[in-house]
């Protein structure tokens, strides 16, 4: 089907069937229409005939009414002696009063198809008639059916009048009864052949606009719709083209039609007329039609637009000032109050200004207005962007494009301030990543030495020293090495989450499960430093959406840190919330040593609660819990109360399917 309407044959074939049923269905649809505001024949009722007398009601009730007045003596002196007050005018008066005698006078049948008998019921006298065989000892009956081809009888008790009434057989040439029959039978033969051709291509019509619509556009070897130059024309050009050449065509037919002497010279003018009226019209429909269905395709109609480009730019323009309203409206509403103080004295004080002066002041004045509310914008736009990069958002870059040149180096030069500090913080960034590498290289230069040293100990520790203070020299060095690599170890640890070099595997994981287990594993040490932990974990699984190596590390941390510096003979408080689709891990301990410090300075590395580092800690645990927690999409906090110290992890919780929603 596709191919099919992309072929020009196909879509030229469709054009010429498109115009003969479009001017058919055209046609028909206008008799019909015609037809239905004037009617005569009535397709509800095909039984009527052509000279049944119903057709003919109204002006045979109106020539009844008048041979009613003629016969009940003289009703129309009032009417007509007040159109004519003066008596210079009745012999015009009498003039006419006769005419209207003769138009039912028995001389005058030849001209009319109505007929008729009044009848002095009483009596039985024939009053008024233009019968000629009107006896009244003959059957009126058999005389009007003689003489019509219908007829009624109508009696006025009121007048004591019977009045047959009919329209004459044959029908008088060109009278309003001959009218009406010739209406009659156009109007018949105009349904009877004008609504089956309506029926037929009315739909076909309907059928082959869908397949031109699909057609418009498509062209054989082309992907989606082709658009011409003139496509590319605002709409409102395009009216006006295609309307200025009907015009041009509608002028030249009038001018050939405006001569008619009814010669067959004439009728040729008047045809041709018509047809090229039709043709240009058509024609112009059809070019507008095709544009239109292309560029409602290519969703262009309102783009190419130029009533669309001057609202978008108006609205834009009240979007733009209705954006910066705080600084822009006062500076409005100031320029306009001095403007029209201005114009208030110049219309005190000037009384001999014409118009044109006043227009080009009040111009002028706009203009101004326009000028100081544009420099308003520029400068509430500033003052936004320069509170944006102080806020740190140095990505943040001041749209300049539509300031004043003042304000528009301005602008421009706090955008390359922006562009400076993203550089420099870039730089620094950078020169993070070399210390980190830098600590990861040497790090893993010590490991290895280090590795010998602890291999050696393990062997020295299998001899069977005698000495006791050889022995004592080995313990030491077996515990300070042991030191010495888990410090390594937690620098190295420290490197990567700091600079998210980790490889997380995200899952679901039991967080309730992981708090019970260092429980579990720190209750030794805990009893060893006569320390009482306190529990408060809900009834159900708390399951959250992490890496769960790293998560464990977070929470050992935290509890090797509450281990180490907590004062003995405390409790170390352990709690697990949800609130808020997260969950809450929170350990408090009291410190050992007076807690004279930030908390913001606990998380710095390598820093320690005990000044004196008497303690086995690294400085890195806090450090490391904060960044891995940060790095899972989590939030980490410290505070302090004096010597209560509080750590507090939180993690987003699990939802069934997040792993598909997350990949």
Partial sequence: MKSLIQNRLVKAALHILYFLAFTVTLVSGAILLYSAANPVYNPGKPSTGEYDISLYDGPLQMDIDN??????????????IAGYPDEGYMDEYTYERNEFEKMYSLGNREHTSFRFIAVQKAANTVLMTNILDANPTKNYWDIMQKECHDYLRIENADHDLVIYAGISNPLVSGDTYDYIHYTFLLQRTMYSIGLPFLLVCLPLTALLFILLCLAAGRKAGEAGVVLTAFDRFPIEAVLFMLGGGFLVVFSISMFLAQYNNYSPLDAFFNTAALVMIYLSGYTALMVLFTSLVKRIKTHSLLKRSLIYRFLRLIINGIAYI????RLGLKVLLLSGAAAAALDFLFLIFWEDSSGFTLLLILLFELALVLLVTLYAIGLQKLSKGAQKIAEGDLDHHVD???MLPGIKALGESMNRIGDGMTTA???????????????????????????SIINYVDLLKKENIADPKQREYLSILDNKSQRLKILIEDLVEASKASTGNLQLSWGKVGLKELVLQASGEFSEKLKARDLTLSLNLPDKPVYIYADGRYVWRVVENLFSNAVKYSLSRTRVYVDLNVQDGRAQFMIRNISSEPLNFSAEELIERFFRGDRS????????GLSIAKSLTEMQKGSFSLSIDGDLFKAIAEFKLYTPGQEEKES
């Fill in 613 to 620: 580092r008497g303690t086995e800690g690294s400085g890195l």
């Fill in 67 to 80: 041979i009613v007045k003629l016969c009940t003596g003289d009703p129309f002196d009032s009417d007509i």
């Fill in 400 to 402: 300049s494009s539509r």
């Fill in 322 to 325: 209705f954006r910066h309203i």
């Fill in 425 to 451: 913080l870039e730089e620094r960034m950078k020169s993070e990543m070399l210390k980190t590498e830098l600590i990861t290289n040497v790090s893993h230069d010590i490991k290895t030495p280090l590795t």
